[in-house]
């Protein structure tokens, strides 16, 4: 087949186009600069033409290609008629494929889909490591699961890897900017690289990755049937990570949006950086769900060795140019278009490899109770009948201590102040170590950490940690405080706090909560917080992106940033 590979000489592109010459394609590598495209060209054994994918399309066409890969970018910058080539090419009769991982573009695309499916083409977004390949892995773990309760993806390049500008431009698009992600079945509001948590590759191989917006947090939750969906990316390097973080947490509050200078000094850090880390990268995809009732965790993990990590976003375009017969006329974005084994067949002569594995699942509290659990009502074992996450919504009535002490404790632990029919929501999220568990009283907002500890559990706030001594008594959950520690340091007995503590069901068979928590030595109470909750009620999809209007709304969501990036990737040229 004909195949032109537009930004064919960027990061990505290079590589496409390298990997169909492999399979016998004959690749036209299409570049704004024609002298790195004849190189490039020449090296691979494929053929190189110029083009200038804002200006005229003619060159294209006089290529006469049976598909086209636009690997150029960055797509959040493609102006008032970002889908204009897809539209050219469906006019044309012309395979589309795009590598966007901009959640809005992929979306944005299906406003094309009855065009092409008139005229028998198929022009897909997203064909990349998200989502082409993670769907494709998400269907394959979840096969035969009843349904599916959590979707967690990374990605986590090693430092050594190549990064275009159009790479640099899309994370510094998105740090610092809010969007909205699904967490137990509501749309909550996020900022892009926050949140951070860990992963493992491989055995003693460990990376950070932290929250950021791609089509999967958008599409997803519909595809899938998923109460929650995440995603997060990460760099190798701790300063990298860490620069991101306090550039998000300074954007986030201020409303500070960094120019293109920014953007290139970001880039020269990481030119500088370059020969620290490692060439060893990858993704993991993990899921939560049911399978014949009961819960389970499913995880496929793919290490690329040797610096071929920037190969990975290249093989879902050449796994379904392998099978174009396969894929159904249509726009929309590339969501599961082939098995997974398609996509592995075709890494088969990268430096990667393969791991899955598949365990049962439970909650901190459902893990330690048992058979003993069965016996509590049933509003009560929902709460902890979750795997990933679990958000819960309701009302409370706080009541604080007075004095000194009740003062101190509120302030360190961040307790809420009182009030009656308080609207509460509580989310219950899943960690490596355990569990976060979030209370949101109305805007104030405290937590703790949850964890298994030999034949007990923990709870922790900031230094303090307590062991609680569960037990199903009267229908009841109760979690009297049986030891502490601040820090290291064991609490004597008789400066543990008091805890009276019990969860039940009410009459109307909702669940219900009632926690009085008093100060050791007889001092009073610190707070009682008393209420009900029940699970957050399944919210619809976000509203689809127009076609046609990606430019706009992208640009207001962005700020002067993306507009900026979009002048300096005019003067460099589209290439990632």
């Known amino acids: 087949m004909k195949i032109a590979v537009l930004g064919g000489t960027g990061v990505f592109g290079s590589r496409i186009a390298e990997l169909l010459v492999r399979d016998g394609h004959e690749v036209t590598v299409a570049a704004r ?7 490039l060209a020449a090296k691979i054994g494929a053929r190189a033409a110029r083009l200038d994918l804002r200006g005229d399309l003619g060159p294209l066409w006089q290529l006469d290609p049976g598909a086209v890969v636009d690997a150029a970018g960055p797509f959040h910058a493609y102006g008032d008629d970002p889908w204009r080539l897809a539209r050219a090419c469906i006019d044309r009769r012309i395979a589309y494929l795009d590598l966007s991982d901009e959640a809005a573009f992929c979306e944005g695309i299906a406003g094309l889909d009855v065009a092409a499916r008139e005229a028998g083409v198929f022009a897909l977004s997203g064909v990349s490591s998200v989502p082409a390949l993670s769907s494709a892995v998400v269907a394959d773990l979840a096969a035969g699961m009843e349904e599916i309760e959590e979707i967690d993806t990374a990605i986590l390049p090693g430092n050594r890897a190549p990064r275009g500008r159009s790479v640099i431009s899309a994370i510094l698009a998105r740090t610092g900017v809010t969007f909205r992600m699904r967490e137990g079945g509501a749309w909550v509001p996020r900022r892009g690289w926050s949140a951070p948590k860990s992963y493992t590759l491989a055995p003693g191989l460990r990376r950070r990755g932290y929250l950021i917006e791609v089509p999967d947090t958008r599409l997803f939750p519909a595809r899938f049937g998923a109460r929650s969906v995440s995603f997060r990316a990460g760099l190798e390097l701790l300063p990298m990570n860490l620069g991101l973080a306090a550039l998000s947490r300074v954007r986030g509050a201020t409303g500070w949006t960094p120019g293109a200078r920014f953007g290139a000094l970001v880039r020269g850090a990481a030119l500088l950086l370059w020969p620290f880390g490692t060439a060893r990268g990858g993704m993991v995809v993990r899921i939560a769900g049911r399978r014949g009732g009961a819960l389970c965790r499913a995880e496929w993990r793919l290490l ?25 006329p249509g726009a929309r974005a590339a969501l599961a278009e082939l098995p997974l084994e398609a996509f592995e067949a ?20 459902a893990g330690h109770l048992g058979p003993a659990g069965a016996s509590l009502p049933p509003a009560v074992r929902a709460t902890h009948d979750w795997a ?24 360190l632990f961040g307790f809420p102040p009182g009030a009656h029919a ?27 950490h949850l964890a298994r500890a030999g034949e007990g559990i923990t709870e922790r706030f900031g230094p303090f940690t307590f062991s609680l001594g569960l037990e199903v008594r009267d229908g009841a959950l109760r979690f009297p405080v049986i030891a502490g520690r601040f820090g290291p340091l064991p609490l004597p007995r008789a400066l543990l706090p008091v805890s009276i503590a019990a969860e039940t069901a009410d009459a109307r068979g909702r669940f219900r909560f009632d926690v009085d928590l008093r100060a050791p030595l007889g001092l009073g109470r610190i707070v009682r917080y008393t209420g009900w909750l029940t699970p957050v009620a399944e919210e619809p999809a976000l509203p689809p992106v127009a076609e046609g209007r990606l430019g706009q709304e992208d640009l207001r969501r962005g700020g002067r940033l993306r507009q900026n990036l979009s002048r300096k990737d005019a003067e460099i040229g589209p290439e990632h």
């Open 33 to 39: 600069d024609l002298d790195r495209a004849e190189a």
């Open 304 to 328: 690329a060795e040797a610096g071929e990590g920037p190969f990975i976003p290249a093989v879902a375009a050449r796994a379904i140019l392998r099978a174009p017969d396969r894929i159904a």
């Open 346 to 365: 075709a890494m088969a002569d990268l430096r990667v490899t393969f791991a899955r594995l598949e365990v049962p699942a439970a909650s901190v509290v």
């Open 388 to 411: 990933g996450s679990l958000r819960l919504e309701g009302r409370a009535d706080v009541m604080r201590g007075r004095g000194p002490v009740a003062a101190i404790a509120a302030f």
């Open 422 to 448: 308080v609207p509460l929501t509580v989310t219950k999220r899943a960690t490596d170590t355990g569990e976060v568990w979030e209370r949101d009283f109305g805007g104030r907002i405290f937590r703790s």
